[in-house]
């Protein structure tokens, strides 16, 4: 979605500061940098609405939080006070005896012109004090974003970092039987809500990636059965060729400024990996050898790139600058490494590694050192990160499964769910949080 109608979708954001101010240090909050976190008591009481919309608000709010794993959201059966007026402070001591430590109350109204007014305050229990508290005007079929949004504004006071919810993920559609399998891209919520189709042929698509600056996504296809990086616009439908290459060409991804895309070209039965410049289609090799590098994933700030190569005898991981120069591979456990992808905070790098019969996914620092394995199964495979840096969305497919399921981890490896889709999924790419 582009930052002008964003605008539109989102009139107007202002803080619920009228009645009482939230303090400058609030007791209850979460640190998510000590390892496993246990998880915090918080109610999310129905909003007070005209008919169900402000429940079903509250009910996405709650299935966010939950869903990160560092909130346990109160059974709506201990409740003690109903709140029938959001402008009033909460019985303090009601919340209290079921132990939430934060509380989270709201109203839905319809204003004249037929939009949505969405608000919410974030009450520390114990302390008797306001946390936030915000207000938002959308149309009445954007109710499930303006949740996401809400769920956000909590993640972030309590936690201090941003949150992941207001965005989405592009992932391969997989319909069909083994031998007969339709893949089309897709695109969702980062929940599994909103699915919709963004490509309808015959066509294998592969290697989808967001646009880190705008709603636009780089994918390869066969379309034609002719092996091809495209550019797809997000909000006109508008798709283009990146370029024409004499070889196959494998995994797109954006630059972080998004004005180039790098790959891996296929010549002469070996892969290197190569960047073009949007603007002008000019192309600069950055790799020379004998083998196959592929995957490439730059770092947040641009001046480093990991790629997989097998250059060593079997896929490892490298890193190496901007411009190709001391390439230097950074994996040495047992077995081989791949998908490499950097995260948005720098500090990471997540990988597939397949060792003893099985995949795992997990993640290292930049010079390759503090290794650490999230999840192993029978197939498990492309990491994505979400936006803050602090959870992976990737794909598995179990034995004996009839395809690719879609799951995400945070960065404990405790937190692992499975994101439901209508289809069999794979090749996930999340979104940056949306404008």
Not at 151 to 168: L, Q, S, V
Not at 212 to 221: F, N, V
Not at 405 to 427: C, K, M, V
Request: aromatic share 10%; net charge neutral; charged share 20%.
């Amino acid at each position: 979605m582009t930052k002008t109608s964003f605008i539109r979708f989102l009139v107007a954001v202002c803080g619920l500061v009228a009645a009482y101010a939230a303090p400058a240090h609030a007791v209850v909050e979460i640190n998510i940098n000590k390892g496993n976190v246990e998880p915090l008591p918080i109610a999310i009481t129905d909003f007070v609405a005209s008919g169900d919309i402000g429940a079903k608000i509250s009910a996405v709010v709650e299935a966010d939080l939950k869903r990160s794993g560092l909130f346990a959201p109160v059974a709506r059966s201990a409740f003690i006070e109903k709140i029938a007026n959001p402008d009033q402070a909460p019985r303090f001591e009601d919340w209290k005896v079921i132990n939430a430590q934060a509380l989270v109350i709201g109203r839905v109204t319809q204003e004249g012109d037929g939009r949505l007014r969405a608000e919410f305050r974030l009450w520390d229990t114990f302390a008797g004090q306001q946390m936030t508290g915000q207000q938002f005007y959308t149309q009445p079929e954007n109710w499930r974003r303006v949740a996401h949004i809400i769920a956000d504004a909590i993640y972030e006071r309590i936690t201090g970092e941003k949150g992941y919810f207001d965005t989405r993920v592009v992932f391969v559609s997989e319909s069909g039987s083994k031998i007969d399998r339709k893949r089309q891209l897709a695109i969702m919520d980062q929940d599994g809500a909103n699915m919709r189709m963004l490509t309808n042929s015959n066509s294998i698509v592969l290697t989808p990636r967001f646009s880190p600056s705008r709603q636009e996504i780089t994918y390869m296809s066969f379309e034609g059965n002719q092996p091809r990086v495209y550019l797809l616009q997000l909000e006109t439908g508008q798709r283009e060729v990146v370029g024409n290459f004499p070889g196959m060409t494998f995994s797109p991804r954006f630059s972080p400024d998004g004005q180039r895309v790098i790959m891996s070209l296929q010549q002469d039965g070996n892969a290197n990996i190569y960047t073009m410049d949007l603007r002008s289609r000019t192309t600069t090799r950055l790799t020379n050898t004998a083998a196959i590098d592929t995957s490439p994933s730059y770092a947040p700030d641009g001046t480093r790139i990991v790629f997989e190569s097998d250059r060593g005898g079997r896929q490892q991981l490298y890193v190496m600058g901007a411009d190709g120069s001391g390439q230097k591979r950074i994996s040495f456990g047992d077995g081989s490494y791949s998908t490499p992808v950097w995260s948005p905070r720098g500090d990471l790098i997540a990988f597939t590694k397949q060792s003893g019969g099985k995949f795992s996914i997990g993640v290292m620092k930049p010079d390759g050192s503090g290794e650490r394995i999230l999840t192993t199964g029978f197939h498990n495979e492309g990491p994505t990160w979400a936006p803050n840096g602090r959870v992976l969305m990737f794909f598995r497919q179990n034995a004996g499964a009839g395809g690719p399921q879609l799951y995400s981890i945070d960065l404990t490896g405790y937190n692992e769910q499975l994101i439901r889709t209508p289809t069999f999924a794979s090749d996930p790419a999340w979104s940056p949080l949306l404008e």
